[in-house]
């Protein structure tokens, strides 16, 4: 067969090029019929005798053993200490379970003692390398390895694009494990009591997702698209506010889909080369909104996901976190810098956060946005509010909440000046120089398309396509359909489109925080203005919709991305509507946002923490019913 070959020869260009890396990737078990993962590598390791082998298995044909580290610190222990300290493990993380006390493992100050099981037998444990935290872990009863535990989680509202697991050189790796049978990711978080929040780190242990257009060292970027997705090498370094995020202890659990290149889609015409994640609001299936749409769909459903990290150019955070019915922020412009962040319009970019917890929201901002907002708490709010929009009395259910929000805000802030603005009217009747036009949306109308449409495609999509085509031999990748016809529009009107539009949005910001909502030295903002986010509208995802055109027109919610302020939006409760889906009764968020003027991110913070306080605000649940 090889007549010019000896057989050693061929064995050994075989092995050659047949030479393997292998890498262990953890192993997935079940422990009281719910999945579990245990991490590739170990935290410690337990030197055990052959005794101690047999004993840990007990005649089972199996490895790895769950093991509870008890955190009681106490020199003695008793069981009512140990029935404490499970009934508080129980309550507070959602990766332990009784399972995990096949054994348990006990800290008496001068000796570790291993429990087989709560109240069985009992062996001092030696080769204790390091102290690890309390929880669930499993351990090898070959080796004595101890790893961390994964809950496993299937990500059935199709909101990430993969889960994600950190790997000890400070990068980060997709997540190996599945789940048996599921149709979806699979997401893994680690126990909640591995981790203590201090100063240092007040986002210890708190799960992260992070939108798709943020750079995280090891993982690849998709942006929405696949010829991107395919295009790129994974990313060396993670941009300045992933990092920082990491740093304040925050655990990333996965990278969240949004729609192609951060463009407004809407479900389910619009999205061609991934699935629209779903709203579980309501009937679930109305539209999550875009293109934060992984980060609001996951907030709305998921309660192992506690923050995520999205971006605002024109709402695109706003928009997600209204529907999908949580607290999100469009910060002032430029309170953290976006180096390693997919560009929409840089003159417009923001980065903030979707979630269900104000104080959470609140402590995460000041790691993200460092000293560029107030820690201080506020105790004079602004006297004064504008509202935008606002019925003057209720004919729907959800305008009825809205107007009762309204009432206790005005008693909170123990003010009866509110004033409903009419921002085309105040413009015609104010001046504005050197833009002479009374019309508002004659001066606005075309800005924000053409900032979107030129500068992604000059800044992004140019060198996009260079670098595809060069890989390719010349071909183009697919592009939905939206950023297609928003690029064009974009740089239709020519090269210096940019620059003109910039000088309009330049005098329409000068013109609001003069005229409209001035600075103040007392309560930082002069008012603050508030005007209808989500009135428990359907957008069901199953519909016919007509082809997509360019964003113009100007609205109230487009203040924010001409002058620079920020814009959060308040879940305030819910209204019902009759499905088409389910032929019942259902329910949807009513939301409401509130701006202010540039710079008083934090007075909207710490306004937000009082309402909770005072019962005004709620902290939303995750399902259907926002507010059971």
């Not at 950190?166 to 893994?188: K, L, R, V």
């Not at 002032?332 to 104000?358: E, I, K, Q, Y």
Request: glycine letters at 8%; hydrophobic letters at 40%; proline letters at 7%.
């Amino acid at each position: 067969m090889f007549p010019n070959c000896r057989y050693a020869e061929i064995v050994l260009a075989l092995a050659a090029v047949t030479s393997a890396t292998i890498a262990q990737t953890g192993q997935t078990v079940q422990v009281n019929g719910v999945d579990y993962f245990a991490a590739p590598s170990s935290v410690n390791i337990i030197d055990l005798t052959a005794d101690d082998i047999s004993s840990a298995l007990r005649g089972e044909d199996m490895d790895l053993v769950p093991l509870t580290v008890l955190g009681d610190s106490s020199n003695s222990f008793t069981s009512d200490e140990f029935i404490s300290l499970v009934n508080n493990y129980t309550a507070t993380d959602d990766v332990f379970n009784t399972g995990f006390l096949q054994r348990t493992l006990h800290d008496f100050g001068t000796q570790l003692i291993m429990f087989d099981r709560p109240y069985g037998s009992s062996q001092p444990v030696t080769g204790w390398r390091k102290s690890i935290p309390p929880g669930p872990y499993f351990m090898s009863a070959s080796t004595g390895h101890v790893f961390q535990a994964y809950r496993l989680y299937s990500d059935v509202q199709g909101a990430f694009t993969e889960g994600v697991i950190a790997n000890s050189d400070g990068t980060y790796s997709p997540f190996s494990a599945a789940i048996s049978g599921a149709q979806s990711q699979t997401i893994g978080v680690p126990s909640r009591l591995y981790y203590t929040k201090t100063a240092d780190q007040p986002l210890a242990g708190v799960r992260l997702g992070i939108k798709d257009i943020y750079d995280i060292a090891g993982l690849k970027s998709g942006l929405g698209n696949r010829a991107y997705f395919d295009l790129y090498p994974p990313r060396t370094v993670s941009g300045t506010a992933v990092s920082r995020l990491i740093a304040a202890g925050a655990i990333i659990i996965g990278k969240m889909k949004t729609s192609q290149f951060a463009n407004g889609e809407t479900a389910t015409d619009d999205w061609v080369d991934y699935h629209s994640p779903y709203n579980a609001r309501g009937d679930g299936y109305q539209d999550p909104s875009s293109s934060s749409s992984g980060p609001g769909a996951g907030i709305g459903a998921y309660e192992f996901l506690d923050i995520a990290l999205g971006s605002d150019t024109g709402g695109s955070i706003r928009g997600p976190s209204q529907v999908n019915g949580c607290f999100g922020n469009r910060p002032s412009h430029g309170l953290v810098a976006l180096d390693g962040v997919m560009p929409l319009s840089p003159d417009m970019d923001t980065a903030g956060f979707l979630t269900r917890d104000p104080l959470l929201w609140h402590t995460a901002a000041q790691v993200l946005y460092e000293t560029n907002i107030s820690s201080s708490n506020f105790e004079s709010f602004p006297k004064k509010i504008l509202t935008s929009g606002f019925p003057t009395s209720a004919t729907t259910e959800a305008e009825g909440v809205l107007l009762d929000f309204l009432a206790k805000l005005q008693t909170f802030l123990s003010t009866t000046n509110t004033t409903a603005l009419n921002v085309n009217t105040l413009w015609a009747g104010t001046e504005h120089a050197p833009i002479n036009d009374p019309i508002i949306s004659n001066v606005m109308s075309n800005v924000y398309p053409v900032l979107i449409g030129s500068e992604q495609f000059n800044i992004f999509t140019t060198p996009f396509y260079a670098d595809y085509a060069a890989a390719h031999e010349g071909r183009r990748p697919f592009i939905d359909p939206v950023p297609l016809i928003r690029w064009a529009f974009g740089t239709s009107f020519g090269p210096t489109a940019a620059d003109m539009a910039n000088a309009n949005r330049t005098v329409f910001k000068s013109w609001w925080e003069t005229v409209v909502n001035p600075p103040s030295t007392t309560t930082c903002s002069d008012s603050i203005l508030l005007y209808p986010g989500s009135l428990a509208q359907t957008t069901y995802r199953n519909a016919y919709r007509s082809a997509p055109v360019p964003p113009t027109g100007f609205s109230i919610s487009r203040v924010s991305n001409f002058a620079e302020v920020p814009d959060f939006v308040f879940t305030i409760g819910q209204a019902s509507y009759n499905s088409t889906i389910t032929l019942q009764e259902e329910v949807l968020p009513v939301s409401v946002d509130i701006m202010a003027a540039k710079g008083c991110d934090g007075m909207i913070f710490a306004l937000a923490k009082q309402l909770l306080d005072a019962g005004i605000l709620k902290i939303p649940a995750t399902g259907s019913v926002p507010f059971p």
